[in-house]
């Protein structure tokens, strides 16, 4: 197991290393200037010179680059170019309603996708099994974006149960911070719902027929026995990446979501960081998400071999 971390280990270094790489590279290349465009088309020359001395832009990419990998590494994000304030301190502000909002968002998809996934196998070719996977299809069709549209004209204009928009900060309590990321929650559970539940019901169906199967319904274990204590286990490794892949999406990939609920996460702040040319907050937000959809690679790595022993005993 020790041989199989190191190795996982290693690769999610040299991954985080090209990353970086990448994402500076991409986002140097991008037209604008951002001393141009905090100081207008009519900035005198020595004025434009002198800010992008301050901001640290009249040195070579290179050495900016080593600036900001070594800084990154030290704690230090570097400062915003639009609000002068430090960008770790303006990602961990952000931070506390995004990582809460995926945790949320995948906890719900979990629960709901689970027993939809377990029931549709055990029901093959039922009426039941073509029930959830009809409701499957759907929750993949309907765009999260929409479904959060619908949820705020229901429960937030019709029946007033939760607010539009908006988040009330964790100051107000826990069950105030959650009652606000309801919605937003669910508009992002139920589609990677759909998914996760359709991938498990497929693993399952897999393991049904295999020999290991057969002999423990002969042993005189019922369907379900049989399912729960030796299906389950080995239909795990698909799910596995599905929910690795889910948690990286949600805590990446709800920009959209903020935006329709108002929310103060990442997504916006790279939205706006984006709208005003602020690139070391792009730059710096950007990587910190890279890391963790690598991390979260990692650790699903990880839950394989402890799943299945057989992938310790390949490393």
Not at 8 to 28: C, D, G, N, Q, T
Not at 103 to 113: G, H, N, Q, R
Not at 252 to 257: D, S
């Amino acid at each position: 197991m020790l041989r199989y971390t190191f190795k996982r280990l290693l690769s999610l270094i040299i991954s985080l290393a090209i990353a970086s790489l990448v994402i500076f590279a991409v986002i140097e290349i991008a037209p604008g200037d951002p001393a141009s465009y905090m100081l207008g088309i009519n900035a005198q020359p020595q004025t434009l010179a002198a800010l992008r001395a301050e901001l640290g832009l009249d040195v070579s990419k290179v050495e900016r680059y080593i600036t900001w990998i070594t800084g990154m590494l030290s704690g230090d994000f570097g400062t915003s170019y639009t609000y002068r304030t430090p960008v770790a301190d303006m990602v961990a502000a952000r931070l506390w309603v995004s990582l809460p909002l995926a945790v949320y968002a995948l906890m719900l998809s979990t629960l709901i996708a689970f027993p939809a996934g377990i029931y549709a196998a055990a029901r093959r070719g039922r009426a039941g099994d073509m029930g959830v996977m009809g409701a499957t299809q759907l929750g993949v069709a309907i765009p999260n974006f929409w479904f959060a549209m619908i949820l705020v004209l229901l429960f937030a204009i019709k029946l007033r149960w939760f607010a539009a928009g908006g988040f009330v900060g964790w100051d107000e309590g826990f069950f105030a911070g959650v009652h606000s990321l309801t919605l937003p929650a669910i508009a992002l559970a139920l589609p990677q719902a759909a998914i996760l539940a359709r991938v498990m019901r497929s693993s399952l169906l897999d393991v049904l027929g295999d020999d290991f199967m057969r002999t423990a319904r002969a042993k005189g274990l019922t369907e379900w026995q049989a399912l729960r204590r030796h299906g389950l286990r080995n239909a795990m490794i698909p799910v596995l990446t599905i929910i690795g892949l889910q948690f990286s999406f949600l805590l990446a990939g709800g920009i959209i979501i903020e935006q329709v609920f108002y929310l103060p996460g990442l997504g916006r702040l790279i939205f706006q960081a984006i709208s005003a040319r602020d690139l070391i907050v792009v730059e710096s937000v950007t990587m910190l998400l890279v890391f963790a959809v690598i991390f979260v690679n990692f650790c699903v790595d990880l839950a394989y071999a402890a799943v299945d022993p057989r992938l310790r005993g390949r490393a």
